[in-house]
C-alpha cells in the first residue's frame, strides 16, 4: 500500500484508502459510526459524483469491508447504506439527490425505460403484461411494494407503473414475466349498451368459431380456444383466450353493440304473487316510463299490465329491461297473511216492577160515559178496557179475564169495577260473536253477519188517493272490517271497524228503530296476543209513581188511589281482537286443520255431532286419486 489516509469522526476510523500506481484505483470501506454525510462526502470524492443532501438526512452508518472495491462498487455500497438507513438516492440532471424515502415520489423519481439503473436507486417502470390482465396482477404484487413505493396498473395498455428501487423493480419483473407465462389467457368482461348480449353471442360464435356459453351451457365442439360467455342478467359480455384473440372479439363486439332505430324488445315477465296492475304503475313511476299508452315514442320504455295472466308486458332497452327485472324479483314474494279473530260479548240484564189499583164506579142503567174512577198508564191493563162492560154489569179485560166488581143495590143499577195489579218480570240476553276473518297483509278485508230489511225513505198520495212509499234496503247485523299491517317486531297494527245493528222490538210510527254500537280504532297487537278494543257498561233505573192528589197519599188506604213501577236495564259490552301471522302453507293449513276440527266438535242438539261426510273424510284424510272408469 502507497498511502493510507484515516479520517476520524469522534474518534473512531472513518475510511481507510489504499491504492495502487499501475492499476485501477480501489479503496477498502470501514466505517464504524460514522455520519452518514461525512460518508457520502467521501464517496463524491471516489467517484466525481455531485450529491444533492437533503436537510433531513441524518444519523451514524457502519459498514465493513474485507476487499477492495472499484469506483462503481463503491457507489452501489452508498445506494445501499441509503436504502437500509431509509433514505432514497434520485438521479437528476444537476446531481444525485438524497432524501428521505417517505417523500421520494413527491420528489422526481427518474424513469428507467432501459432498466439498467443502478441497484439502490429509486426509479419507477412501466412493465407491459401480455398475456395475463395487468389490473389483476395488482393484489399479488401490491404486498412486495413498499410503503414508499407505487403500484398500478394502466388498462388501456395492459401495463404496471413500478415505482421502487431498481433491483427490487428487477425482482418483480422476473416474477410478472412468470405469472403472464403460465396465464392461460386473458379475460375481458364488456358491457354492452344497445345489443343484447343473447344475440352478439350467436353471431361472434357463427362468425369466429369461438366456444360459446350461455346460461352455463358451452358448446363441447369449439374451434378455437377463446370463450365467449353471454351473462343475461347484466347484459355483458365475458371474453377468455389468448390476448390477440381476445382483442379481436372484442373489436367485433364494440363494432355489434352500435344503436339501432329497431324498436326496443318486448318481453313477458308473469307475475306468481303481487298484482299486475299496481306493479305496472309502480314501475313506470320509479323509471318513469308510459304506463299502457298507444302515444309513447318508439324509444320510450312501455309497462303494461295483463290482468288475465297477472303479468307485466316491457317494451324497453335491454339495460332498462335488467333493472325492471332486478326490482320485480324484490317484489314479486309471497306476502304474509293475518287471520284476524274478534269477541264481542253482550250480557242484558231486565229487572221490573209494577204494583197498582185501578177502580172504576157506573150506573148500568145509563150506557153513557162511567160516572168516576182511576186510570194509570202505569199499571198496565187500563181501566178504559173495562169501561164499555159497566153498563152490561160484565166488566172485562182484554185477555178475557173478569175484573173484580161489587153491586151497591138490588136492582143491579149500580157497578163497581177495579183492577189489581202485582207484576214481577225479568229477562236476560247474553249475546256472543267470534267473527274471524283472513287478509293479505296491508289488504282490507269485510265480513258481514246479519240480514238486508227495508227502510220507509218517503212517501206520496195523489189527488186520486192513490198512495205509494219509498224504500231503501240497508245491511242490519254485525260487520267486522280490519286493514292489518305486519311490522319488523313481529307485532300487526291494524286499522279495526267493528259494528253491531240490531232491528228493536219497540214499536215506531216513523218505522223500525235500530241499535248501532260502533268501534272504529287503530291499535298495535303481538302475534297471538289478545287485546281489548273497547266496552260499555250502561246501568238504567227508570221509576214511575202514578197517583189521585190527596187522595193517593193517606195511609194504608191511600194504596188504592196510586200506582208504582220500576224497572233497571243494565248491558255489558265488551270486544276483544286477536292477530295471528301466517307466513308459509304450513302456517296456513295448521290453523285451517284447527279450526275445522273445532267446527266438527259442535254438539248439534243433545248427542248429535257434527260430522263430515264419508266421502269428505277421504278427500281430506287421503291423498287425491283420480276417478277410475
Not at 297 to 305: D, F
Not at 391 to 413: K, M, V
Not at 511 to 524: A, L, P, Q
Request: charged residues 20%; aromatic residues 4%.
Amino acid at each position: 500500500m502507497l498511502s493510507l489516509r484515516k479520517f476520524m469522526v469522534n474518534g473512531l476510523c472513518v475510511l481507510a484508502l489504499s491504492a495502487t500506481p499501475c492499476m485501477a484505483q480501489t479503496w477498502q470501506v470501514n466505517l464504524q459510526q460514522a455520519d452518514i454525510g461525512v460518508f457520502i462526502q467521501q464517496v463524491a470524492k471516489m467517484t466525481g459524483k455531485s450529491f444533492i443532501v437533503d436537510p433531513r438526512v441524518k444519523g451514524k452508518v457502519s459498514v465493513i469491508s474485507n476487499e477492495a472495491l472499484n469506483e462503481e462498487a463503491v457507489y452501489r455500497l452508498l445506494l445501499s447504506v441509503l436504502t437500509v438507513h431509509g433514505y432514497a438516492a434520485l438521479e437528476t440532471a444537476d446531481g444525485i439527490k438524497v432524501v428521505p424515502q417517505n417523500i421520494a415520489k413527491q420528489s422526481g423519481v427518474d424513469f428507467d425505460s432501459q432498466g439498467i439503473a443502478a441497484g439502490g436507486l429509486l426509479v419507477t417502470r412501466m412493465i407491459p403484461v401480455k398475456q395475463a390482465t395487468a389490473s389483476e396482477l395488482v393484489p399479488i404484487l401490491r404486498p412486495l411494494i413498499p410503503q414508499y413505493g407505487h403500484l398500478a396498473a394502466v388498462d388501456s395498455v395492459n401495463a404496471l407503473i413500478i415505482s421502487d428501487h431498481a433491483d427490487n423493480i428487477r425482482e418483480l419483473e422476473s416474477l410478472i414475466a412468470r405469472l403472464d407465462n403460465s396465464s392461460e389467457g386473458v379475460v375481458r368482461v364488456l358491457p354492452l349498451e344497445h345489443a343484447w348480449a343473447n344475440d352478439v353471442l350467436g353471431l361472434i360464435t357463427e362468425l369466429t368459431g369461438a366456444s360459446a356459453t350461455s346460461n352455463g351451457s358451452a358448446n363441447t365442439q369449439p374451434v378455437m380456444t377463446t370463450k365467449v360467455i353471454a351473462d343475461d342478467r347484466t347484459n355483458r359480455m365475458v371474453i377468455k383466450g389468448k390476448l390477440e384473440d381476445v382483442q379481436k372479439v372484442e373489436a367485433l363486439i364494440k363494432q355489434l353493440d352500435s344503436p339501432t332505430k329497431v324498436a326496443s324488445r318486448l318481453s313477458v315477465l308473469p307475475l306468481r304473487y303481487a298484482d299486475a296492475p299496481k306493479t305496472a304503475e309502480l314501475i313506470g313511476g320509479l323509471l318513469g316510463s308510459t304506463v299502457a299508452t298507444d302515444t309513447a315514442s318508439a324509444n320510450s320504455t312501455i309497462v303494461k299490465a295483463d290482468e288475465d295472466l297477472n303479468a307485466l308486458v316491457v317494451r324497453a332497452d335491454p339495460s332498462v329491461l335488467v333493472d325492471i327485472q332486478s326490482v320485480l324479483k324484490e317484489l314479486d314474494v309471497p306476502r304474509a297473511q293475518v287471520l284476524v279473530e274478534a269477541i264481542i260479548a253482550e250480557v242484558n240484564m231486565d229487572d221490573a216492577e209494577a204494583f197498582g189499583f185501578q177502580w172504576l164506579f157506573g150506573d148500568t142503567s145509563d150506557s153513557t160515559v162511567p160516572a168516576m174512577g182511576t186510570n194509570f198508564t202505569a199499571a198496565g191493563n187500563s181501566i178504559t178496557e173495562i169501561a164499555t162492560g159497566i153498563a152490561t154489569g160484565r166488566p172485562t179485560l182484554s185477555n178475557g179475564l173478569t175484573a173484580a166488581g161489587i153491586r151497591f143495590n138490588s136492582n143491579g143499577d149500580l157497578n163497581l169495577a177495579g183492577i189489581l195489579q202485582a207484576i214481577e218480570s225479568n229477562s236476560n240476553a247474553n249475546l256472543l260473536s267470534t267473527p274471524k276473518i283472513m287478509t293479505l297483509d296491508n289488504q282490507t278485508s269485510k265480513i258481514l253477519v246479519g240480514e238486508t230489511r227495508p227502510f220507509q225513505t218517503g212517501g206520496y198520495a195523489d189527488s186520486s188517493s192513490n198512495a205509494f212509499v219509498t224504500t231503501t234496503r240497508e245491511d242490519i247485523g254485525l260487520t267486522l272490517e280490519v286493514t292489518p299491517h305486519i311490522n319488523a317486531g313481529d307485532e300487526v297494527r291494524m286499522e279495526v271497524l267493528q259494528i253491531v245493528e240490531a232491528a228493536s222490538s219497540e214499536p215506531s210510527s216513523l218505522g223500525t228503530i235500530t241499535t248501532k254500537r260502533e268501534i272504529s280504532t287503530t291499535v298495535i297487537a303481538g302475534n297471538r296476543r289478545t287485546i281489548v278494543l273497547g266496552g260499555l257498561i250502561e246501568d238504567n233505573v227508570v221509576e214511575v209513581q202514578q197517583k189521585v192528589p190527596l187522595l193517593g197519599d193517606i195511609p194504608v188506604i191511600g194504596a188504592l188511589f196510586r200506582s208504582t213501577s220500576q224497572e233497571n236495564q243494565k248491558r255489558n259490552l265488551l270486544v276483544f281482537i286477536r292477530p295471528t301471522i301466517l307466513r308459509s302453507a304450513q302456517d296456513v293449513a295448521a290453523v285451517t286443520s284447527e279450526k275445522f276440527s273445532g267446527f266438527r266438535s259442535i254438539e248439534i242438539s243433545q248427542a248429535f255431532t257434527l260430522q263430515r261426510p264419508q266421502a269428505l273424510e277421504e278427500r281430506f284424510d287421503r291423498p287425491y286419486a283420480a276417478p277410475t272408469k
